[in-house]
Nanobody
């Protein structure tokens, strides 16, 4: 059984940076892609970025394109989200998730395993 554990959240001023990590554990980890989503109270979980595990091809939400970078370390079974030029509207709980199958999804329903989330707060 695959488990995902996020880390790296925190409080940062607007314009600052944070790097989130998501480590996957389990006897055998496999995935078509890994993604990052975020959620604020009263809103639906929102797609942020996804990366195909084998090829490294990435896709981003328009709201973060040019500011966030998703990457992965296959040897460590870890996916990262580098967040630069953070804005107060980036404040949310950030979740990583596994997309088990082709095609690459951008909806929560496309992902079958989720981490517990890590809080990111950006102050103005």
């Amino acid at each position: 059984q695959v488990q995902l554990v996020e880390s790296g959240g925190g409080l940062v001023q607007a314009g600052g940076s944070l790097r989130l990590s998501c480590a996957a554990s389990g006897r055998t980890f496999s995935s078509w892609a890994m993604g990052w989503f975020r959620q604020t109270p009263g809103k639906e979980r929102e797609f942020v970025a996804t990366i195909r595990w084998s090829s490294g091809i990435a896709d981003y939400a328009d709201t973060v394109k040019g500011r966030f970078t998703i990457s992965r370390d296959i040897a460590k079974n870890t996916v990262y989200l580098q967040m630069n030029s953070l804005k107060p509207e980036d404040t949310a709980i950030y979740y990583c998730a596994r997309d088990p199958d082709y095609p690459t999804g951008m909806l929560p329903k496309d992902y079958d395993t989720w981490g517990q989330g890590t809080q990111v707060t950006v102050s103005s």
